[in-house]
């Protein structure tokens, strides 16, 4: 019976590694911990960039968690599912993807010492599911109301995202944001999309050129010198096919014997777009948009009609316009008639940084607008856009949720005091883990305080007595100052949903790496494996 159960398993082919127990649970942790680390120092306004470089030699520089988890190379399992953690904050709220996964590894982390006291993993996952649960109702409780006639609160929690990646310019980008969603919305609030609102970058310029273009502007350049550079009452047709002679799709060969037949075929073939060009003009269009290309022949002839056109538009700017001037994407040119055509107030070109730009104003469904951003460089203009983006997110959550609390770790450390005197009711071993989620709300109030200097441990202790007051609830840490302050009165406020949805996805994602008691890496007939046999699974944290 010894000799047996000493045998090694033979169910797993050859050169497969395996972690079990409390060594699976460990490296998991560790992973965990290490990838929350990794970002941790970019939280608040005083947050530290990271620089991360391809094995292409291209830059990226960020302090937005979700872009640096994504460019960076992390090849452990559970250091993935903390990306797509991120992932899925930034594409619920658009913010707060650096404190989820902080909170995160912190939970992760803390569970550590509750293994250390031999508390099964189940009864640590029970608690933080109720410790979560719980949460969510007390930054309810902590939150107040926002529309979107509250124009100054709404630049406040656009001010708020941007606060450490563009500071220098957030009150003028906060401006543009909060405008640019005035614009697009309706009486509901719940249909609002980011995706209304378009994004082009030009470098050349200060940040501070950005401009809000009422309409949808297009990185392209009219195909003819000929063609006019400006219509009013704008008709458009927008194409998703080819303006030239299709190609056959099976092999031909043509065989020409004599000069009059080469200039037959060449006759035929320029009839053939002489007639695609008035199949155009019949419908009264004047403006065309292509999703393909647009032969040489035929801009000629569109030119002589009067007819403005530009090619190679995205199918998802093709969309946009369609939406705008309430067109149809037209993909058969016989099937053209006026009722396809998207009608605007008006079209024109217009040199931006040394580059032609295409802007269609005045469209009778106006919800998209256009932010052309500018800035001095690539990378500037890269984070910029994402810290854009950030804002138009915080915004619109904050919008459709209807509520917003105090930032600058206020509302973490109110809601901490409240969890762990409802962890006094619960009791048993779950009042433990409770007590650790309640704990690790902590992290982002000590996280600010160390970039604004302060000595974190002190600082929490401040905080803690000063919200024993309720008068004290928005009381948090102001970076910039170096001290403590009410955070409303600052006005450094965020949406409700950012701290609910990264406690509720942190919390999910915790439980699901404490489940795991076994990792089993292996690859087929020993390929990719390391030194003796083993796997290139990494064993070690950053995995990068």
């Known amino acids: 019976m010894n000799n047996s159960s000493n045998q090694k398993s033979e169910f797993l082919p050859e050169g497969t590694k395996r972690d079990r127990g409390k060594d699976a649970q460990r490296l998991n942790i560790l992973v965990a911990r290490a990838v929350g680390n990794a970002v941790k120092s970019t939280l608040g306004p ?264 530009i090619r190679r538009v995205k199918q998802s700017d093709l969309e946009m316009i369609a939406k705008a001037t309430k067109a149809k994407i037209v993909s058969r040119l016989k099937d053209v008639t006026e009722k396809e055509l998207g009608f605007t107030k008006k079209i024109y070109d217009k040199k931006i940084a040394g580059d032609h730009m295409f802007f269609i104003e005045g469209c009778p469904n106006p919800r998209t607008v256009t932010i052309i951003l500018r800035g001095t460089s690539e990378q500037i203009l890269a984070e910029t856009d994402r810290t854009l983006t950030d804002a138009i997110g915080a915004v619109i959550s904050s919008l459709k949720i209807g509520r917003y609390v105090a930032a600058g770790g206020a509302s973490e450390i109110e809601v901490s005091l409240k969890l762990k005197d409802f962890a006094k009711t619960v009791g048993g071993r779950e009042q433990l883990a409770i007590e650790c989620f309640a704990e690790v709300l902590d992290v982002i109030p000590k996280t600010l305080s160390e970039s604004a200097g302060l000595d974190a441990i002190d600082t929490i202790v401040s905080l803690r007595n000063k919200h024993q007051d309720p008068k004290n609830k928005f009381v948090g840490v102001d970076v910039i100052n170096g001290t403590l302050t009410d955070m409303k009165e600052k006005r450094v406020i965020e949406p409700l949903n950012v701290k609910t949805q990264a406690i509720t996805s942190a919390a999910e994602v915790a439980e699901m790496i404490l489940r795991i008691d076994d990792i089993i890496a292996g690859s087929k007939g020993g390929q990719g494996a390391g030194p003796q046999g083993q796997p290139n699974m990494p064993n070690m944290p950053g995995m990068m």
Do not use: W
């Open 46 to 309: 005083r947050g530290m960039d990271k620089m991360l470089v391809d094995e292409y030699g291209n830059v990226t520089v960020s302090n937005d968690g979700a872009a640096i988890l994504k460019e960076m190379a992390i090849e452990h399992p559970v250091g993935k599912m903390l990306v797509d953690l991120a992932k899925t904050q930034d594409e619920e709220v658009g913010d707060g993807t650096t404190s989820a996964v902080v909170f995160a590894g912190g939970l992760v982390s803390k569970a550590e010492t509750l293994l250390d006291e031999n508390i099964h993993p189940s009864i640590i996952i029970k608690g933080y599911k109720m410790a979560a649960e719980k949460a969510a109702e007390l930054f309810k409780e902590i939150s107040e109301e926002i529309t979107i006639n509250d124009k100054e609160l709404l630049l406040d929690i656009a001010k708020t995202s941007m606060t450490g990646k563009a500071s220098e310019y957030s009150g003028g980008l906060a401006h543009i944001v909060v405008e640019a969603i005035n614009k697009i919305s309706k009486i509901s609030h719940e249909n609002l999309d980011k995706e209304q609102i378009k994004i082009e970058q030009k470098v050349g310029a200060n940040i501070s050129e950005s401009k809000l273009v009422d309409g949808i502007v297009l990185d392209k350049e009219i195909v003819h010198s000929e063609m006019p550079r400006e219509i009013n009452d704008a008709k458009i047709l927008l194409l998703s096919t080819a303006l030239e002679i299709k190609e056959p799709e099976t092999e031909a060969k043509i065989q020409i014997t004599s000069p009059e037949q080469l200039q037959a075929f060449l006759d035929q073939e320029e009839n053939t777009l002489k007639q695609m060009v008035e199949q155009i003009e019949a419908t009264g269009a004047n403006v065309l948009i292509c999703q393909k290309g647009i032969d040489d022949l035929a801009q000629h002839y569109l030119a002589q009609k009067g007819i403005c056109a």
